[in-house]
């Protein structure tokens, strides 16, 4: 049986990684500070550092959560119905939709540097997507000489180009659009159905 203390305990660790992921994602890591997160989410600056060590355990624990955002973000491979090329648009379409994703284009220069305390969540992050992907791309028919692993990469790399652009400008990309336009290109190069 949980406490009220635990309960409200849990409830400010949520509250700050709700904030801190939302100012990461407008700020960046290195412009957000402990006082920011405290204004944002209401609860006292002196709690973040007890509930999360430091400012990159708080970081790390925001992507390990939205990494559990993605995860659950994708139907279940148990799930019923047809598989094909618009279901793999639902999933696309749902990953430009999850509120984590702003987070990850906004935090991915600074995965990429030297000595990144994030960069092994991104790799995470990407194998879970890709591995997703792959996962559909298996129960469908794909032309010889394409692997469902180098076209989730493909694809992957696709949607986050797509979502970059449109993060950038939003009055100049329709995200839609263009993830309609590579399902049809994909589409067209996978074999129907045989007679």
Do not use: N
């Amino acid at each position: 049986m949980t406490t009220r203390r635990e309960q409200t305990s849990q409830e400010s660790r949520e509250l700050i990684l709700s904030a801190a992921a939302e100012l990461f994602a407008e700020k960046g890591y290195r412009q957000t500070t402990f006082a920011d997160v405290a204004e944002r989410s209401g609860i006292s600056r002196g709690s973040i550092p007890w509930h999360f060590g430091s400012k990159e355990g708080l970081l790390l624990a925001v992507l390990e959560r939205s990494v559990d955002l993605v995860r659950g973000g994708f139907p279940a491979e148990s799930e019923k119905g047809e598989v094909g090329f618009d279901r793999l648009g639902e999933g696309v379409d749902l990953l430009l939709r999850l509120p984590t994703s702003r987070l990850f284009v906004t935090l991915l220069v600074e995965a990429l540097e030297p000595g990144s305390p994030i960069q092994g969540r991104y790799v995470e992050i990407h194998d879970t997507l890709r591995d997703h992907c792959r996962r559909w791309l298996e129960r469908l028919p794909l032309p010889p000489g394409i692997s469902a692993e180098t076209l989730a990469v493909t694809l992957v790399g696709a949607v986050i180009g797509i979502h970059q652009q449109w993060l950038l400008a939003p009055d100049r990309v329709d995200p839609q659009a263009a993830v309609a336009c590579l399902g049809l290109l994909v589409t067209g190069m996978t074999p129907g159905p045989s007679a």
